[in-house]
């Protein structure tokens, strides 16, 4: 009879913490629907392309190449695609490649939006454009264009004396908006360029657009290092180089290109 009583008041228990387990997780999809409503009253969604597949630069574009996802619509309305303008993209090329679920945005595609026109329309939202004076020495032989992505290294004198110089990276993973007067919108899907530049246009934050104003104000000498596309690292403690430095590290930098394996230096 123990047994029983023992066996029912277990399996009253069980259904006792189902039935708790069960209403407690009912009150938190509750508070995850409400606070999810809650955004979505603030911010509103919207339904946007998304890739369906892996997609190289170049593609031109299926309607089989998407699927659309939902997000937020503050910071992404103008410039990420809406699923309803399918039909503006579809034949047109990609300049750069997506991984599957990558958003599309407008700067991605040949031509860009073509209800849109001048830079500030390429700018996201709480970023700002600003230019730097270049030369093919400075820009990678001429070779940096619109969706790239470069470090900005500026060297500085401090006196007439050469040893009195110091080089150091500035910002790192800055996407360039455009070179010259050419943009994402006017360039081809091959990125060939159509002339010669001697300005390039970047996108950065107020604060970082603060500190190249003050390096070309100081007269300091800029330059572009390019990315490759892909490639989103960022180099933690990169040091001030000045001419003690490089007496100090160059052999130590030369045995690990020597000794590199597979591109990686160990």
């Not at 943009?183 to 081809?188: E, V």
């Not at 040091?239 to 000794?259: A, C, G, M, W, Y």
Request: hydrophobic share 40%.
């Amino acid at each position: 009879m123990n047994k029983k009583i023992i066996l029912v008041i277990s399996i009253a228990c069980g259904l006792l913490a189902l039935l708790l387990t069960r209403l407690y997780i009912s009150a938190v999809e509750k508070t995850v629907a409400e606070k999810k409503a809650a955004i979505d009253r603030r911010y509103g969604t919207i339904d946007v392309l998304a890739f369906a597949h892996d997609t190289p630069a170049g593609t031109v574009l299926e309607r089989s190449d998407f699927g659309y996802c939902t997000v937020p619509k503050l910071g992404l309305r103008g410039q990420a695609l809406t699923k309803d303008r399918i039909d503006e993209v579809i034949g047109r090329k990609t300049l750069v490649s997506h991984s599957k679920m990558d958003i599309l945005f407008w700067s991605d595609i040949e031509g860009g939006d073509p209800s849109l026109k001048g830079l500030s329309h390429d700018i996201k939202r709480q970023m700002r454009a600003i230019s730097i004076n270049v030369g093919p020495a400075q820009s990678v032989s001429g070779m940096v264009r619109p969706n790239d992505h470069v470090d900005v290294i500026g060297t500085f004198a401090f006196s007439n004396d050469p040893k009195d110089v110091t080089t150091l990276t500035i910002l790192q993973n800055v996407l360039v908006l455009s070179t010259g007067r050419e943009t994402a919108k006017t360039q081809d899907a091959s990125g060939m360029r159509r002339d010669q530049y001697s300005l390039v246009t970047l996108e950065v934050s107020p604060r970082e657009a603060e500190m190249i104003a003050f390096t070309e104000q100081m007269k300091g000498r800029l330059v572009l290092t390019l990315r490759n596309k892909n490639d989103t690292s960022f180099e933690r403690e990169l040091p001030q180089v000045d001419f003690q430095k490089i007496r100090s590290t160059i052999e130590e930098l030369n045995l690990k290109r020597q000794h590199k394996t597979g591109g990686v230096f160990k």
